[in-house]
């Protein structure tokens, strides 16, 4: 059962979505969930596995869900949870959670948060999309290929992407829809022709609508971009939609080279996902 726990977790991390682990460390006599046993539950408050069931698991659960709602930041603090709970009625006063119970046991129970890496589409997969990868490589994050010229984009120039996807922008578009875009954390435009980061911009706006992930980013000026906004709002696109897409990208490091866009670009994502402020360009 704790693989079939842990592989569901595993999935939902990857679609990214925090995910609540509750694992029974200890337990004393007459208690429904054994050692090893596993509750999992995701940020969208949906559960898979079972720690006994009973009074105890909604203790947990209740638990879990107060973790899922904390700060991240705090959750990264604290690095989880252990909770003793007492399963029979005269437990007040111990330190620990008595539940209304006539089992007589105890259980402990450790709790722990995993949060999703950062996993980025790379959409161009030239100079500055190579040292995107690059430095994500180090970071140990996530990140996917995509680009309409097939050798930009393959197992041999990118060995450790999750994804390498070439073909029309047209084509990849009708290929996701709102729910599929929320596996990346954030979709980089980093194509060798503007035209084809703004089909994808508009498409991409388009099927995430007011959703806050991914962010969209686009390499460029600012003049570029008030030129994809005005071609945004003539297709249909609402000025709210753009409330987390930003151009230009990357934090203002002086950048000039590939290299020195890539850890920029790199750095402002960290920085957002972990809600620092930092001065815009």
Not at 271 to 280: F, M, N, P, S, V
Request: glycine share 10%.
């Amino acid at each position: 059962m704790s693989v079939h726990v842990l592989s569901w977790a595993l999935s939902e991390v990857e679609q990214g979505r925090r995910v609540a682990i509750a694992t029974i460390i200890s337990a004393k006599g007459s208690v429904p969930g054994k050692p090893g046993a596993k509750l999992a539950i995701n940020s969208r408050m949906q559960n898979f596995g079972t720690v006994g069931g009973a009074g105890l698991e909604l203790k947990i659960e209740k638990k879990m869900k107060e973790l899922l709602n904390e700060d991240v930041k705090l959750n990264r603090k604290k690095g989880g949870i252990i909770e003793t709970f007492y399963l029979y009625k005269d437990a007040k006063g111990k330190e620990g959670i008595a539940l209304d119970s006539l089992c007589g046991g105890q259980v402990e129970v450790s709790i722990e948060i995993i949060e999703p890496v950062p996993h980025i589409l790379i959409a161009g997969g030239g100079h500055v999309g190579r040292c995107v990868a690059l430095v994500a490589d180090s970071l140990g994050w996530d990140y996917s290929i995509f680009d309409v010229r097939k050798e930009y984009s393959n197992s041999e120039k990118y060995p450790f992407s999750n994804e390498n996807i070439s073909t029309d922008v047209d084509d990849f578009l009708k290929s996701e829809d709102s729910e599929s875009l929320e596996r990346f954390s954030d979709i980089l435009l980093l194509g060798h022709d503007w035209s084809v980061d703004q089909e994808l911009l508009l498409g991409l706006l388009k099927l995430r609508e007011e959703k806050i992930r991914p962010r969209i980013g686009a390499i460029g000026s600012t003049s570029k971009w008030s030129s994809f906004k005005k071609a945004a709002i003539e297709y249909g696109i609402k000025e709210k939609w753009f409330e987390n897409a930003r151009c230009p990208i990357g934090i203002d490091i002086g950048a000039e080279t590939p290299e020195e866009i890539g850890l920029a670009v790199c750095a402002e994502i960290l920085a957002l996902d972990r809600k620092i402020t930092h001065t815009e360009n």
